[in-house]
């Protein structure tokens, strides 16, 4: 992790930053408040930055069970009845990469949501290591917890300029996997793209689907972009997936990039591949059009 640390702090040393703008400054941009020193050290040189103008771009929070959860809201300024797309975080909760696709997303004409899904357990910025972050963060969150939190920010959205008959979710890693079973679980959702989300694994009573197991159900059409050398997600998993779907009627569809890792839209992670993630982040936008959304 000192390694890491080290490494970071040379890329700042080497950043071009302008003069008003120190090393917290440089940190707070580029990493957000909900970035895990585990996964350093950045590609601070590929980080897309997507300005807000245009945009009413801010945090919102909606009291869910007595619970404030804040909530990264992007979307054109001034717009109504705009289709709404769900940004679902990494298990390190939505830091400045999350709140840039939100961005990307709004510049595209949707209100972008991402919601803290982690609020109630704990900080992931406190964490420094992934095992850790997953044992004493990520296994203490209910899966009905963050259904429920959803379904809020979708009551949100369309108590408040947002079109929810056109509703869309996308996830990475973590929330890929939700974003599986929430469109299972809401039939709302017109349509949903997972970005290398868990679809087999173990179960718990907090975490007890997943999205192997809704597949045969699932109506909604969901869109599920892999990479090929992802040792965590093997492509074994995805063709289970496949065929459970075969025995539903989701026409739900996989793009498996032979090239890429796990995390290659994460384009603030050594893992991110631009050439991928371009190419996924079209599919995508696609997808939503094709489906409605």
């Given amino acids: 992790m000192e390694n890491m640390k080290e490494d970071f702090d040379s890329l700042v040393a080497k950043s071009p930053l302008s003069d008003d703008v120190n090393r917290r400054?440089?940190?707070?941009?580029?990493?957000?408040?909900?970035?895990?020193?585990?996964?350093?050290?950045?590609c601070a040189q590929t980080m897309i930055r997507t300005d807000t103008n245009g945009l009413t771009a801010d945090t919102i929070h909606i009291k869910v069970n007595g619970q404030d959860v804040p909530v990264y809201r992007a979307q054109p300024q001034g717009k109504k009845n705009l289709p709404v797309i769900l940004v679902i975080s990494e298990i390190?909760?939505?830091?400045?990469?999350?709140?840039?696709?939100?961005?990307?997303?709004?510049k595209q004409g949707y209100m972008a949501l991402a919601p803290d899904l982690f609020v109630r357990q704990g900080d992931p910025t406190k964490y420094?290591?992934?095992?850790?972050?997953?044992?004493?963060?990520?296994?203490?969150?209910p899966d009905?917890?963050?259904?429920?939190?959803?379904?809020?920010?979708?009551?949100?959205?369309?108590?408040?300029?947002?079109?929810?008959?056109?509703?869309?979710?996308?996830?990475?890693?973590?929330?890929?996997?939700?974003?599986?079973?929430?469109a299972a679980h809401n039939p709302k959702v017109k349509a949903?793209?997972?970005?290398?989300?868990?679809?087999?694994?173990?179960?718990?009573a907090l975490q007890p689907t997943y999205p192997v197991d809704i597949a045969a159900d699932l109506k909604t059409p969901v869109l599920g972009l892999y990479g090929g050398q992802d040792s965590g997600i093997p492509v074994s998993t995805v063709a289970e997936m496949q065929a459970a779907l075969k025995r539903g009627n989701s026409h739900s569809e996989f793009v498996v990039f032979k090239?890429?890792?796990h995390?290659?839209?994460?384009?603030?992670?050594?893992?991110?591949?631009?050439a991928d993630a371009k190419a996924g982040w079209q599919r995508c936008l696609g997808w939503f059009k094709t489906h409605g959304v």
């Avoid at 390190?92 to 709004?106: L, N, Q, T, W, Y």
């Avoid at 420094?128 to 969150?141: F, H, M, T």
């Avoid at 949903?192 to 718990?204: D, I, S």
């Avoid at 995390?263 to 631009?274: K, L």
């Fill in 25 to 42: 400054g440089f940190l707070k941009t580029a990493l957000g408040t909900g970035f895990a020193a585990a996964v350093l050290p950045v």
């Fill in 144 to 182: 009905a917890q963050v259904m429920s939190d959803l379904d809020a920010v979708v009551a949100w959205a369309a108590a408040n300029g947002g079109h929810t008959n056109r509703l869309g979710i996308t996830g990475f890693c973590w929330g890929g996997r939700i974003t599986w079973l929430y």
């Fill in 128 to 141: 420094n290591s992934i095992a850790e972050l997953q044992k004493e963060l990520i296994s203490k969150v």
């Fill in 192 to 204: 949903g793209v997972a970005w290398y989300g868990r679809l087999v694994g173990n179960k718990t």
């Fill in 263 to 274: 995390a290659f839209h994460a384009d603030y992670r050594p893992s991110y591949n631009e």
């Fill in 259 to 261: 090239n890429a890792g």
């Fill in 92 to 106: 390190f909760g939505v830091h400045e990469h999350i709140a840039d696709v939100a961005r990307r997303f709004a």
